[in-house]
Nanobody, 116 residues
Framework: QVQLVESGGGLVQPGGSLRLSCAAS????????MGWYRQAPGKQRELVAT???????SYADSVKGRLTISRDNAKDTVYLQMNSLKLEDTAVYYC??????????WGQGTQVTVSS
């Protein structure tokens, strides 16, 4: 059974930083593409960033240059470093593991609130 557990969310002022973590278990972590998604109130869940098993990264245009995804295969953990946070970054952030092309696993989500 694949499990993903996010941590690191919280309340931060505009311009501040947070680092999200997602610890995975139940899968050979290093083989899978990992991603971060977010869902703001009243909006659909959207892709934030992904990182492949070989370390290639991709980002939504809205976060390029501010958010950085990384992974530590020795710790079965993926990270999202969030800098220069904006009000519009407020959302529940979800960790994703792409097990196969048609099967994805999700964490429970962690709330990020950017507010002055």
């Amino acid at each position: 059974q694949v499990q993903l557990v996010e941590s690191g969310g919280g309340l931060v002022q505009p311009g501040g930083s947070l680092r999200l973590s997602c610890a995975a278990s139940g899968a050979i972590f290093s083989l899978h593409t990992m991603g971060w998604y977010r869902q703001a109130p009243g909006k659909q869940r959207e892709l934030v960033a992904t990182i492949t098993s070989t370390g290639e990264t991709s980002y939504a245009d809205s976060v390029k240059g501010r958010l950085t995804i990384s992974r530590d295969n020795a710790k079965d953990t993926v990270y999202l470093q969030m800098n220069s946070l904006k009000l519009e970054d407020t959302a529940v952030y979800y960790c994703n593991l792409q097990f196969t092309l048609f099967l994805n696993y999700w964490g429970q989500g962690t709330q990020v609130t950017v507010s002055s």
